[in-house]
């Protein structure tokens, strides 16, 4: 299939720049793959929509804030995306990005200021780097202090900005636990704690797994042939509890790709999950037998990316681009912060 099967056009002033005021009054597109129904609803309605038997499925990572700058001897400012610990999260040595990363090479020493500083070792590829940070505090605190949230690239922010608090809080799901990810799992930041109440009064089980969401989530598709790209490896975690659940349920509504991603990559032929760790590449196209997952929630995606290629393997390709188009002549707010598609 041609990548450009999965192109379409968005107004750039949909692009969601911030927040809604509350986090569950986004509107939300229902998707009936059986009959081709779309339905406009607000998200605080998504309890009503979920049935006897279903078990909701979360992704729980919790985003770092990963995006810092430090400045060369000469002055000039380098951005760092922190990518993925090298020893675990409290370790020094990251995997990263370095923009611009023109005259960067090994042995570049950057600086923060106060003493703070961090050494490039050595380039992995064309976009990623191995650097060591040299602070004298523990380097989770001192990215408390310096870090910022790590928002995509279409979201704009003034460079070297104050980090915002608000973009700390609202770039996260209000059940994050496990930190590790460096792009939020944004079909989950329409949840409150309110809504997550009335879900479990209601008799729904809600059970979570983690996959720290990599920058890969922004690496767009290249290949001119969508089987012919390759996803990022990112790791995952589900407990036994959560399989036990999950096994037991007669439909998985899950929130997001990540959940999705996970419960598929280890689903059997039967749909059954098991509790495991490790890291998953999986890459879901149309053409693709879902195992697992029966509902899906999920925010509006970039023309041409694995996620967009994902959500039209599991609700069709014309349907999807049907969604697609009512929701950009009725003006939902599209990407990280925008609006939400439930996909039954």
């Not at 915002?164 to 409150?192: C, E, N």
Request: charged content about 25%.
């Amino acid at each position: 299939m041609k990548l450009q099967d999965f192109d379409y056009t968005l107004p750039e002033e949909l692009i969601a720049q911030s927040p809604a005021p509350d986090r569950d009054r986004s509107r939300m597109m229902v998707v009936d793959r059986g009959t081709g129904r779309l339905q406009v609803r607000i998200f605080r309605e998504f309890p009503e929509l979920l049935r006897r038997g279903d078990v909701l499925v979360l992704n729980d990572s919790k985003v770092i804030p990963a995006r810092l700058f430090a400045r060369k001897t000469t002055g000039a400012a380098v951005e760092i995306l922190l990518l993925k610990s090298r020893e675990g999260s409290s370790s020094t040595r990251w995997e990263a990005l370095l923009r611009p990363a023109k005259r960067i090479k090994a042995g570049t020493t950057l600086s923060f200021g106060g003493g703070a500083g961090v050494r490039v070792l050595e380039r992995v590829n064309d976009r990623k780097w191995v650097v060591e940070f040299h602070v004298d505090e523990p380097f989770e605190s001192f990215l408390r202090r310096r870090g910022q949230a790590p928002l995509p690239p279409y979201i704009r922010r003034p460079k070297e900005s104050t980090p915002s608090p608000d973009d700390l809080a609202r770039y996260q799901t209000v059940y994050a636990k496990r930190p590790g990810s460096v792009a939020a799992p944004t079909a989950g930041l329409h949840f409150t704690e309110a809504i997550l109440e009335r879900i479990r009064e209601s008799g729904i089980p809600v059970a979570t797994v983690t996959l720290h969401v990599g920058y890969g989530t922004f690496t767009p598709v290249e290949a001119e042939q969508i089987e012919d790209h390759t996803m990022d490896e990112e790791y995952f975690e589900i407990g036994a509890e959560t399989a036990e659940t999950i096994n037991s349920a007669g439909r998985v509504v899950a929130v997001g790709t990540t959940s999705t991603r996970v419960l598929e990559s280890i689903a059997d032929e039967g749909g059954r999950i098991r509790p495991t760790s490790g890291s998953t590449g999986l890459y879901i196209y149309p053409g693709y037998r879902f195992r697992r997952v029966g509902a899906l929630l999920t925010n509006f995606h970039l023309p041409k990316s694995s996620l967009f290629l994902l959500v039209c393997a599991f609700g069709g390709r014309e349907l999807m681009f049907s969604a697609y188009e009512r929701a950009i002549a009725e003006n939902y707010r599209f990407y990280s912060y925008g609006d939400c598609m439930l996909i039954v």
